[in-house]
């Protein structure tokens, strides 16, 4: 049986409307997804931790991004790691994408 090497599955909340252009001929769609990680405190309180992802959709997948998902919207993702390496002012900065290769929507239609 293989297996997966570079997977992922999240499920949270975009915290932002997707930024969608067209690059050639495929939509390519851009946004923050936010993840929350509960826990008690050694005072036995509730926490929340919550993570920022940053998501990136091409092609059929980012249109159907560009139509459904909205700010704060529950949705599962899966897909795929992906550091990039870009110079600014003279600093290297390394930035870890998820390419999402099945997108779910979780909210209920009202």
């Known amino acids: 049986m293989g297996t997966l090497e570079n997977s992922v599955q999240l499920i949270g909340r975009p915290g932002n409307d997707p930024e ?15 993840t929350n990680d509960h826990y008690y405190n050694e005072n036995h309180e509730l926490e929340t931790n919550t993570s920022w992802h940053n998501i990136v959709a091409c092609g059929k997948i980012a249109e159907s991004v560009e139509k459904h998902v909205k700010k704060g919207k529950k949705i599962a993702i899966e897909g795929r790691l992906r550091t990039r390496v870009y110079e600014k002012d003279g ?10 290769e099945k997108i779910q929507f979780l909210d209920s239609k009202k």
Do not use: P, W
């Not at 969608?20 to 936010?34: D, M, Q, Y």
């Not at 600093?91 to 999402?100: E, P, S, W």
């Open 20 to 34: 969608v252009r067209t690059v050639g001929n495929r939509k390519l769609a851009r946004f923050s997804l936010a």
């Open 91 to 100: 600093k290297k900065t390394y930035t870890t994408d998820i390419v999402v």
